[in-house]
């Protein structure tokens, strides 16, 4: 890679103009002959810490696993002394001095991820990922319904469940058929769906008040990180057709098996040799003449800018991490309803569960110890042992700005991964990619902006 030290010009470097995310910028190298010198591309990518939920994976990673499958050389420089973005592990010390390695929030996948699915297989890291046909809705109490495919084709492949399950009454039943039915129907045909609110369709559509808090809230509210008040009808669409409606194991839950950190680690990148990893490397600027790290410009043919932006409204989203002295479920993980906290995970044999609750707005100002006293007592109305169980440790993660706020104004103003330079490209979440703040849709940016630096195509369409 070619590297022309500059001075900094005036403007360009300013103290405080980034927040302290995952701040990486990468190089595109491609040889134009045997007999001629190599010219560089240079990509810049910053993935927000702190989504989601979002959990999320990094679209200035996509890009370099995308060109880095063609063989072009990459140099993704990073900030930090790691990789992952929103989707990063830590260690978490204790008061004994021993080290506990956590997630700042429990990130999923579903099967119709299918960008997401790529990604991890040119990584080699997709066996690193565990599935789930069975989702399990816990009523306070404890009582338990299992949602998953029955014997019935598509898309009634969910009918016995939806009839078995004790959390709806009949009437609510109905209510929702009738209302699926509609979603499918509207689906491409309707032209209002980013103008107008979930909630909005869902009043249209006459949905009882319990239906809409324990069927449609708990589920688009996990998966989109915003209250059904805010959200764009056309994302409850879009998770609900891909998820429920377009094949019959496109629901099922990937959970990652290891720490996300480790999805993401340098040795992922073997594979992938032209791809050249610097961590701790803060990018200050992107130009069409170069990328400044520290005072020095990295020149080359074409950037990728995948910095997070702040100009949208955020959404927040929480994880509360509980350690007890003994098993209290053993089941892998449930959603909760009708209360604030929305699911758990099982992440340690019962006796570390991580609970998840979306666009957390009502915790933020919570303190600490209110939020894990919250936790516990909603817990232990659908987990009994809870109760007698002693809480060993527990720790808070707040993500304010987990996520943009996929609201219809927000919708409408998504850019797309082409700047006014013809040489810079932008990749983030929060580029119009066809899918909300997920880390299916920061894939999508990362790879869009990857078609449009090489003009070779690496975006997979959605599920039909």
């Not at 570390?352 to 933020?364: E, H, N």
Request: charged content about 25%; some cysteine; overall charge positive.
């Amino acid at each position: 890679m070619t590297r022309f030290p500059a001075q900094t010009p005036a403007g360009i470097l300013q103290d405080g103009l980034w927040s302290p995310y995952w701040i990486c910028c990468f190089t595109l190298l491609f040889w134009r002959s045997l007999m001629r010198c190599s010219t560089t591309k240079v990509a810049a990518n910053a993935a927000a810490s702190g989504w989601r939920t979002a959990p999320d994976s990094s679209p200035g990673l996509a890009s370099a696993a995308a060109l880095g499958s063609l063989g072009w050389g990459v140099d993704l420089f990073e900030a930090r002394p790691f990789l992952g973005g929103r989707a990063a592990s830590y260690e978490l010390p204790d008061g004994a001095g021993e080290r506990t390695v956590i997630d700042n929030c429990q990130h999923i996948l579903l099967k119709c991820c299918v960008n997401l699915i790529d990604f991890y297989r040119r990584l080699g890291v997709e066996d690193r990922i565990e599935w789930h046909k069975r989702f399990y809705f816990f009523e306070p109490g404890g009582r338990v319904s299992i949602f998953e495919a029955g014997v019935l084709p598509r898309p009634l492949h969910f009918t016995e469940s939806l009839l078995r399950a004790s959390w709806l009454s009949w009437g609510e039943k109905v209510a929702l058929g009738r209302a699926l039915v509609a979603l499918r129907w509207e689906w491409m045909r309707r032209r209002d769906l980013s103008q107008i609110t979930m909630i909005e369709w869902l009043r249209e559509k006459r949905q009882p008040p319990r239906l809409v808090d324990r069927f449609w809230r708990q589920i688009l509210v996990s998966a989109i990180n915003e209250d059904l008040e805010r959200m764009a009808a056309v994302h409850g669409f879009q998770v609900l057709r891909l998820a429920f409606l377009a094949a019959r194991d496109s629901y099922e839950m990937g959970i990652p098996a290891v720490a996300l950190s480790d999805l993401y680690a340098e040795d992922c990148w073997r594979r992938l040799p032209s791809v050249r990893i610097h961590t701790r490397k803060k990018v200050d600027a992107v130009r069409p003449g170069g990328v400044w790290i520290g005072g020095v410009a990295y020149q080359a043919d074409a950037y990728i800018d995948a910095r997070p932006q702040h100009s949208f409204p955020t959404s927040p989203i929480t994880g509360i991490h509980l350690w007890f002295d003994r098993p209290v479920t053993s089941l892998p993980h449930g959603t909760l309803l009708d209360r604030t906290i929305q699911w758990f995970f099982n992440k340690d044999r019962g006796r570390y569960l991580q609970l998840v609750v979306s666009a957390s707005r009502t915790l933020l100002e919570m303190p600490r110890s209110e939020v894990i006293a919250l936790a516990r007592r909603e817990l232990a109305e659908f987990l009994p042992e809870v109760k007698t169980a002693v809480l060993l440790k527990a720790h808070v993660v707040k993500e304010t700005r987990a996520t943009f706020s996929a609201t219809p104004e927000v919708e409408q103003q998504r850019p797309d991964c082409h700047t006014e330079f013809p040489n810079v490209f932008r990749a983030g979440d929060w580029t119009r990619s066809g899918w909300p703040a997920t880390m299916e849709g920061a894939v999508r940016s990362g790879y869009r902006a990857a078609e449009a630096a090489s003009g070779q195509p690496f975006l997979l369409p959605d599920i039909d």
